[in-house]
């Protein structure tokens, strides 16, 4: 027997898919929790996810989660060798490749497979880049996974006679392609014009081309032609002159300092491919730059400095390095109070809620998904902070989406289309998928989408604003895209006489604590 000290705990190793000690109710607790982290993982990415989020969304403990897996990079991987396994069991039974119709036929059946395989575990696909960052369990299980997968496909390759490209080199151009083909048309990014069998027709033609340049054309005979685009008119289209003549930001900046900005950049640049976004601090540029932290923060945001001291409204004598001196410099016109009112938006960074701190500004949480109390320790260190500067702790506001009509149906169906349009649009932007139908409604019910009839929407802002303690609530209805202007002055109308008398009485009878505002 092995002693073991009072203060020392140890976890045992989770149950595998296939474990033995798991019945049947056990496995369904397992598989509704791989299904809800990758829900999760969809909706809110990798970082962003918590263990006890999956705990919460799988309807069970934290303390059982871990009796099926040790954490949620665990999950991930139980994931990734699915998927992994689905693209193994495809690339296995490709036919022969090479310049002739059967050759092409086996390509097109295999780019189909693969979008298939892509489709049904997109959320993997687009998860992976901020995944795999170096220092991660998931890293070395991803690389390795890309070289064996590459490396079956070069033995393809080879085997059907590639020339011109190392075989090798052959496999990581075409995963690459295909990969971003597939990204793209996750994300809605291709022309709308042409249908997804055209897109993979387009796709697979290309890819042949590019393994085999000799390929006749009556092999691609079976493709079917999409309808001629409109070309764009050449005058449309930037030239390299164009992009030259685009303003430098930098222009007018002294050499030196120029020098120092850019040198930061670069770092930044670096850093970013080689970690990742989200694993790479203000401390790791720069090291890599050469330079100390406080440098960063001079050349990053030394323009917020200018504009608090503008709002004084008075002559301003000002040298910074992005733009050029002021010297007695004044703005006009003038406000009557002699002051702005500012608030700066903050929608998750730390050293923005500390920067609003030291410069004696308002803070705006922008809370566009998820739970709002998740917001509750940026408020905390917005109070701390102004207490450490000497700053003012303003009462801190939100703002979030919402729409108000008659009816909670009503507002969910006139608001969703136009939400999901702009939602998409930007999602294209960060990697987001596209935005799915439960996921608005989950949101609407128990996240941050103010939407339904006056009453819901007055219940919803008090647990907000009780559960964050703020001073200021901003509904933007505006997320709702093209809606008609009789739906919106509606809303608006139902805002003002119906949502805010009913939230100052919800919280005239339950005020928020006075310690928290």
């Known amino acids: ?24 109710r056990g496995a369904r607790t397992r598989q509704r929790i791989v299904e809800e982290t990758l829900r999760l993982f969809e909706t809110q990415g990798f970082h962003a996810t918590s263990v006890e989020g999956i705990a919460k969304a799988a309807g069970t403990s934290r303390s059982t989660l871990y009796q099926y897996f040790e954490s949620k990079e665990q999950i991930f991987v139980e994931l990734l060798d699915e998927c ?29 497979e693969w979008a298939y395989v892509y489709d049904k575990y997109a959320t993997m696909f687009v998860q992976w ?28 390759l080879e085997s059907s006679g590639i020339t011109g ?17 597939n990204y793209f048309r996750h994300m809605g990014l291709m022309p709308h014009r042409f249908t997804a ?86 401390d790791d540029v720069v090291g890599e730059a050469g330079f100390a932290r406080g440098t960063f923060y001079k050349y990053f945001d030394e323009k917020l400095d200018l504009f608090v001291k503008l709002l004084d409204e008075k002559p301003v004598t000002w040298e910074g390095t992005t733009r050029a001196a002021l010297n007695d410099a004044d703005v006009f ?7 702005l009112t500012t608030w700066v938006g903050v929608g998750g960074s730390p050293q923005s809620v500390v920067r609003t701190a030291h410069h004696g500004l308002r803070l705006m949480l922008a809370i566009i998904g998820g739970a709002p109390a998740r917001f509750a320790p940026y408020i905390e260190l917005y109070q701390r902070a102004t207490e ?20 909670d149906e009503e507002a969910k169906e006139l608001f969703y289309p136009g939400y999901k349009e702009i939602r998409d649009r930007i999602g294209a932007l960060r990697g987001w998928p596209p935005l799915r139908r439960a996921e608005f409604d989950a949101e609407v019910e128990h996240g941050s989408l103010y939407i339904g009839a006056p009453e819901t929407v007055a219940r919803k802002m008090t647990r907000a604003i009780q559960a964050l ?42 005020p928020v604590a006075e310690g928290s505002r």
């Open 388 to 407: 450490q500067f000497g700053t003012t702790a303003y009462p801190v506001g939100m703002h979030s989406p919402g729409f108000i009509a008659e009816t």
């Open 333 to 339: 016109p003038k406000t009557e109070s002699g002051r």
């Open 165 to 181: 490209l190392t075989p090798v080199d052959a496999a990581v151009a075409m995963t690459s392609i295909v990969h971003r083909f």
């Open 469 to 510: 303690g703020v001073g200021r609530f901003d509904l933007i209805y505006s997320a709702g895209g093209a809606l008609s202007a009789s739906a919106r002055l509606r809303a608006v109308e139902l805002y003002g006489t119906q949502v805010v008398p009913m939230v100052k009485e919800m919280l005239a009878e339950q």
């Open 197 to 282: 069998d055209q897109l993979l027709d387009g796709l697979a033609v290309f890819v042949q081309l590019l393994l085999f340049p000799d390929t006749p054309l009556e092999v691609f005979g079976v493709v079917e032609l999409p309808p001629s685009a409109h070309r764009r008119p050449e005058s449309l289209v930037p030239s390299n002159e164009a992009f030259a003549q685009l303003p430098d930001r930098l222009a007018g900046v002294r050499p030196r300092a120029a020098a120092t900005v850019r040198r930061l950049l670069d770092a930044s640049a670096l850093l970013f491919a080689d970690r990742g976004y989200h694993g790479t601090g203000v």
């Open 84 to 112: 992994g396994s689905a693209l193994m069991r495809v690339v296995r039974r490709i036919g022969p490749l090479g310049p002739t119709r059967l050759g092409f036929d086996n390509l097109h059946w295999w780019l189909g």
């Open 1 to 24: 027997m092995t002693a073991q000290s009072e203060n020392e705990t140890f976890r045992r190793e989770g149950y595998g898919p296939s474990s033995l000690a798991v019945g049947e």
């Open 129 to 156: 880049a901020s995944v795999d960052t170096p220092g991660t369990s998931v890293r070395p299980l991803v690389t390795g996974f890309t070289h064996s997968y590459n490396t079956r496909i070069a033995a393809r």
